[in-house]
């Protein structure tokens, strides 16, 4: 599988910012589609996942509210929408295929974009 991200950037906190994930070449079983983030000195965080079946979503608590993720088909491209963003939102954001539903474990992932929130 082929996971190809961008969108990521420089943004004062308060700003927005739409990172979008190309997906190509599947040849896992993987449950759904996600975000997660790493940054430095900071454990892996599960931001954001869709489902494959239902489109049902998940979001970690730090970014409810504020991310909204989605998916078009035609396009076979993921999105997260993240508004309101603040300082702490900083890492290396990477798609994923989501194998087992909780937005934990993860199987493949894009090479990662950076977005960093100044305050």
């Known amino acids: 599988v082929q996971l190809v991200e961008s969108g990521g950037g420089l943004v004062q906190a308060g700003g927005s910012l739409r990172l979008s994930c190309a997906a190509s070449?599947?040849?896992?079983?993987?449950?759904?589609l996600g975000w997660f983030r790493q940054a430095p000195e900071k454990e892996r965080e599960g931001v954001s996942c869709?489902?494959?079946?239902?489109?049902?979503?998940y979001y970690a608590d730090s970014v409810k509210g504020r991310f909204t993720i989605s998916i078009d088909n035609a396009k076979d491209t993921l999105y997260l929408q993240m508004n309101s963003l603040k300082p702490e939102d900083t890492a290396v954001y990477y798609c994923?295929?989501?194998?087992?539903?909780?937005?934990?474990?993860?199987?493949?992932w894009g090479q990662g974009t950076q977005v960093t929130v100044s305050s």
């Open positions: 994923a295929t989501d194998l087992g539903g909780s937005c934990s474990n993860f199987g493949s």
């Open positions: 070449g599947f040849t896992e079983d993987y449950y759904g």
């Open positions: 869709i489902t494959r079946s239902d489109r049902s979503t």
